[in-house]
């Protein structure tokens, strides 16, 4: 497949850009589900030993991609603890 990619970037050299946006599109939808799987409160890989990671989470954690007027670091507990 890659052969004839490459073949037809040759040939045609407006697809040059189209393949290139693609590409970027495609590494970065897999680079954020990684994101999603590695690093968000509600997976949990390891059952045994955190199963409830979401209860582990302070008050100042940031676990969204981006915030747009939130400075977590300033943020104080509102509400009692489970």
């Given at each position: ?15 040059i ?22 690093f ?25 991609f ?17």
């Amino acid at each position: 497949i890659l052969r004839l990619i490459i073949g037809q970037a040759k040939k045609h050299l407006s697809l040059i850009p189209l393949f290139i946006f693609i590409e970027a599109g495609g590494t970065g939808a897999t680079l954020y589900v990684l994101r999603l799987a590695l690093f968000n409160p509600d997976v949990s890989w390891d059952k045994k030993s955190n199963p409830e990671p979401w209860k582990k989470l302070g008050p100042n954690d940031q676990y969204k991609f981006y915030s747009v007027n939130v400075d977590y670091s300033k943020l104080k507990k509102e509400g009692p603890d489970f």
